[in-house]
């Protein structure tokens, strides 16, 4: 039988991987704000979080007070992507790592929960009050978090995916 925490770690690599679906499939509709794939792709960070820290033994009930995950565990992630790639391909990514840090903090911050002390209001999901007293709108805002483009977004969304799946297959063995 397989640990409670384990399940858990499984359960919430199978919803990261449902919400990163999700986003693939509306980043496929140009049309659409881009609050709404920033959402699924904030969701399924999160969940991956979760999942990698259940995986390690963290009480699945300590980790449901909390949207705060992203910034501090999705570097160690992908750290070990890389590491577990290391003997494929020989490069230094160090660079990549460090813009991993810095977008996945500005990830986090999209959840409305995560607000930095009410310094970034602005979330994916709920509208808020702009520094000039304006109420903003998510799907008419600007999120200047283009992952599309940007190298290290690639790999970022990459070791998502495969963290994901090495998470649910630990469970199938």
């Known amino acids: 039988m397989i640990s409670d925490t384990l399940q858990w770690s499984i359960a919430y690599a199978r919803q990261s991987l449902a919400d990163m679906r999700a986003r693939a499939a509306l980043l496929e509709h140009s049309e659409l704000p881009e609050c709404q794939q920033l959402h699924f792709l904030q969701m399924g960070c999160e969940k991956l979080c979760k999942a990698y820290l259940c995986g390690r033994g963290v009480d699945p009930v300590a980790l449901r007070g909390s949207h705060a995950y992203i910034g501090s565990t999705m570097p160690?992630?992908?750290?070990q992507h890389f590491a577990?790639?290391?003997r494929k391909v020989r490069v230094d990514r160090t660079w990549v790592i460090r813009a991993i840090g810095t977008l996945a903090?500005?990830?986090e911050?999209?959840?409305p929960a995560v607000n930095d002390a009410g310094r970034s209001p602005a979330?994916?999901?709920y509208p808020w009050t702009g520094?000039?007293?304006?109420v903003r709108v998510?799907?008419?805002y600007d999120f200047k978090l283009d992952l599309?483009?940007?190298?290290?977004?690639?790999?970022?969304?990459?070791?998502?995916?495969?963290?994901?799946?090495?998470l649910i297959r630990s469970g199938a063995g």
């Not at 160690?76 to 750290?79: E, F, G, K, T």
């Not at 520094?131 to 304006?134: I, L, M, R, V």
């Not at 977004?153 to 070791?159: F, I, N, Q, S, T």
């Open 138 to 140: 998510p799907a008419e």
């Open 148 to 166: 599309l483009h940007d190298g290290a977004g690639h790999h970022l969304v990459k070791a998502l995916y495969t963290t994901a799946e090495e």
């Open 84 to 86: 577990r790639e290391a």
């Open 109 to 111: 911050l999209l959840s």
């Open 131 to 134: 520094a000039d007293g304006t």
């Open 76 to 79: 160690i992630i992908v750290r």
């Open 105 to 107: 903090r500005k990830i």
């Open 123 to 125: 979330n994916c999901e």
